[in-house]
């Protein structure tokens, strides 16, 4: 209980209130307010950093892939994510996000996680792997067999 006052009491508040006080008590009324006005821009600052880093994550979270590339007997159809049903195989080229959830059916590809795991760090996935929703393909066309419905899938659930 001790404890739990004593943090209480000494916060950033506290020690400002004691600096202020102690520059009026000395006459130096600017140094007060200049203490004053240095915590109130530097308040205003971080809280137009929070409201600019927040809003920049929303805006990367909410570029979700409009289409899919539905590949059928090496033909190509373009639909949208929720149209595709597990079990089928999808195509994405580099640089696009997959859309689904599902295993890979290359030997080897290199994608993004950024958008899922924060790290820009690209991994390499390998035959039969999960790839997961979001992820980029970074160095090649790959393929993709669905294994959850777009409803299911971890770039559905994690914008929810």
Do not use: C
């Amino acid at each position: 209980m001790k404890k739990i006052k004593l943090e209480s009491v000494f916060n950033e508040f506290t020690l400002m209130g004691i600096a202020i006080l102690g520059a009026f008590y000395l006459g130096e009324y600017w140094e007060g307010i200049a203490v004053i006005l240095f915590y109130l821009i530097g308040e205003w600052l971080q809280h137009k950093a929070i409201h600019k880093a927040h809003s920049n994550i929303k805006t990367l979270l909410d570029v979700r892939p409009e289409t899919a590339t539905v590949v059928y007997n090496n033909k190509y159809k373009i639909t949208t994510p929720d149209q595709v049903q597990p079990g089928e195989t999808i195509e994405i080229k580099a640089g696009e996000k997959v859309p689904l959830d599902g295993v890979l059916l290359e030997d080897s590809a290199s994608f993004n996680t950024a958008a899922l795991t924060g790290e820009s760090v690209p991994r390499t996935l390998y035959r039969q792997e999960e790839v997961l929703a979001g992820m980029i393909a970074s160095d090649k066309v790959v393929r993709i067999k669905v294994n959850k419905p777009y409803d299911q899938s971890a770039w559905h659930i994690s914008s929810l």
